[in-house]
């Protein structure tokens, strides 16, 4: 009953939210943004799910759930990619669409070539850059890879949002990759329902 009557009051905190904020409305998705599942939202797919927004334009929108870790370990995927052996970098399942295409995300300090820029800091890559990155590090490099990713039609995500199944909240490229995937989507909920400082 507590759990039911948490859920219930998640929800309505959820949507009197997204009615006062703007970062609710559809006209703010864009690539780059992180994409919060409404405590309501049942699809099996995107239940407590956070996603990045990795395109978004006429085409429509394509995302990358952060928060869903498999027990698959990457050196197991590419088995032929030497660098990763002996290593525990987990792959992460990005989404219901293209499971068999295997996504690099990647935090730089710089624009490499085979990359492309998500956000300032966050760019998608090939395996030519992690090569470089496992083999040359610096401090604050780091990367992630994803199997698959979702996809949304021209207005669909529109239409999502306007019935209330998703919130929208600015990405912190630390978050991205070094927030505990276990927590990401509940701290998320909590940022977007939060009391803003308006300032004059």
Do not use: C
């Amino acid at each position: 009953m507590k759990s039911a009557l948490l859920v219930v009051t998640l929800s309505l905190l959820f949507a009197l939210s997204a009615q006062a904020q703007q970062e609710f409305s559809p006209m703010s998705v864009e690539k780059g943004v992180l994409l919060i599942a409404s405590p309501s939202l049942s699809d099996m797919h995107f239940h407590q799910t956070v996603l990045l927004i990795i395109e978004h334009g006429r085409s429509g929108t394509v995302g990358l759930i952060l928060n869903r870790p498999t027990n698959v370990l990457l050196s197991e995927a590419l088995p032929d990619f030497t660098v990763l052996k002996q290593t525990h970098h987990r792959l992460f399942a990005g989404g219901p669409v293209g499971q068999t295409q295997l996504v690099l995300l990647f935090r730089l300090t710089e624009l490499l070539p085979d990359t492309r820029q998500i956000i300032a800091g966050v760019y998608m890559g090939t395996p030519r850059v992690l090569e470089r990155i496992m083999t040359q590090p610096k401090p604050t490099e780091t990367f992630r890879a994803f199997t698959g990713f979702a996809g949304w039609a021209p207005g669909q995500l529109e239409h999502e949002m306007r019935e209330g199944a998703w919130g929208i909240l600015p990405s912190d490229t630390f978050t991205i990759f070094d927030k505990d995937p276990a927590t990401l989507w509940s701290d998320s909920i909590s940022r977007l329902q939060a009391p803003r400082t308006i300032s004059h």
